[in-house]
Structures are given as structure tokens and as C-alpha cells.
């Protein structure tokens, strides 16, 4: 949970099984921008696609599962949700669509992440009111039944700070150009999921946060094929 502390990231080593894979991201960015010049159409069809694909897996990872015909007419024409599962995958949608058009408008902030929180239950009945009120932990379950605690993420009482200051670091290292972004995005995540700031909804939070973060250091690949 403390990647950006103390520049401990500077201090990691980087394999050449990272290094080769973060290098050819790197040239596909460069070849991407030419492919938005020369074929639209294919693009504008494969954004359709990308919306709904993502839409539908990262909802159905955390347990909620529309039938993708009904998450097609949630998408594409608006259809009013008929039950807590389709009103969560809306606010969803709504979200992934606002990052689509305005991430670059946005900063980082532990204000927009609690924004999205929101946005992800306006359809909803449930009134959340921000990051998590009680402890939490990742529960693995056994194959005889029995549940086991995998993971025992930060307090509840920590929580608000760790995330504002996790959102100013991130932002620093950036600015300040200290260390290659694709790995600071990473790194982002990975410190976001540990931390587990939510009741539930961290992974589709988490989710919104990767697709936001590479938009903003100009990987926008994310607007055509669900990541």
C-alpha cells in the first residue's frame, strides 16, 4: 500500500519480462493513433463493443450478472433498469461513458474516487455515504465450505487518509516524470485494491480507475476493446 512512499518504486527492479512488454505497448500507443486516423468506422463499431464487454465483465466478476441482451439495451438505447442488478450496471455505464469523454477534464482525487462510488449506486435504493465504516477483509472460500481470510486490507479508520494520500503521490510521480507511467499505473491499482476503501464495489472501482489512469498518459485503447 505504499508504492509511492519514500520513492520506494524508484528502488525496484525491472526484469526484461516487464521491460519488453511495457517497450511494445509503447510502439502499439504510437501505431494506434495512426489506426484512429485511417479507419473510423472500424473504430466507432469496436467502441460499441468495448462498452458493453466491459460493462458486462466487470459487473459479472463481483457477482452481479445482467443477461447481455438487456445490458445491450441499458447501453445502447438507454432502457430504464428493471432491478438492483441493472440499476448497478447503469451506474456503471454512466461512469465508463463520463471517463470515455472527459478524462482528460478530471484529476485524480480521492474526491472524484468517491464521486464514482456514488454515481456507481444512484439507481439504486442503497444510500452509500463514502469509503467503508467498518474493517474488511478478502475471504477465500474453501472447497469443503469453510471460509479463510486471504487478505486483511487497511482499516476503516485509516482508509480516507491512505487514499487522499495515495492520489497525491500518484500525482506527484507523475508530474514530476520519476518513473514510467504504465508501472506507476500499476502500482496505483495494486495500492487502491490493498487498501479496499469500500463496503463493496472495489473492484469495479478499480476497474474505472486503470481505464481512467491510461487515458491520461495517452493510452486510449481502452475506448475500443474492454481491458
Known amino acids: ?52 464487454q466491459s460493462t458486462e465483465s466487470s459487473n459479472r466478476i463481483e457477482g452481479i450478472i445482467v443477461p447481455e441482451k438487456r445490458i445491450r439495451s441499458l447501453i445502447l438505447q438507454n432502457t430504464k433498469p428493471q432491478n438492483r442488478p441493472e440499476e448497478e ?32 449506486y444512484r439507481y439504486t435504493s442503497e444510500k452509500v455515504k463514502g469509503f467503508k465504516q467498518e474493517n474488511n477483509a ?8 469453510r471460509t479463510a481470510v486471504r487478505f486483511n486490507p487497511l482499516s476503516a479508520k485509516a482508509t480516507p487518509k491512505a487514499i487522499e494520500k495515495l492520489c497525491y503521490e ?12 504504465l508501472l506507476a499505473v500499476a502500482s496505483f491499482v495494486l495500492d487502491f485494491e490493498c487498501i479496499h476503501p469500500f463496503k ?20 486510449g485503447v481502452g475506448r475500443f476493446i474492454s481491458i
Not at 201 to 219: A, D, S, V
Open 1 to 52: 500500500m505504499r508504492s509511492f512512499e519514500f520513492d520506494y518504486y524508484l528502488d525496484q527492479p525491472i526484469s526484461q519480462k516487464i521491460l519488453i512488454p511495457v517497450r511494445t505497448l509503447g510502439e502499439y500507443k504510437g501505431r494506434e493513433v495512426l489506426f484512429r486516423e485511417q479507419f473510423p468506422e472500424v473504430l466507432n463499431t469496436l467502441q460499441r463493443a468495448a462498452i458493453i
Open 89 to 120: 450496471v447503469t451506474g456503471y455505464k454512466d461512469i465508463l461513458n463520463n471517463i470515455h469523454t472527459n478524462a482528460n477534464k478530471n484529476k485524480l482525487s480521492s474526491q472524484l474516487i468517491l464521486k464514482w462510488y456514488k454515481q456507481l
Open 138 to 145: 478478502i475471504l477465500e472460500v474453501l472447497p469443503d465450505g
Open 170 to 181: 500518484y500525482n506527484k510521480s507523475i508530474s514530476q516524470n520519476k518513473v514510467e507511467p
Open 200 to 219: 463493496d464495489g472495489n473492484g469495479r472501482i478499480g476497474r474505472l480507475l486503470t481505464l481512467f489512469l491510461l487515458y491520461q498518459i495517452g493510452y
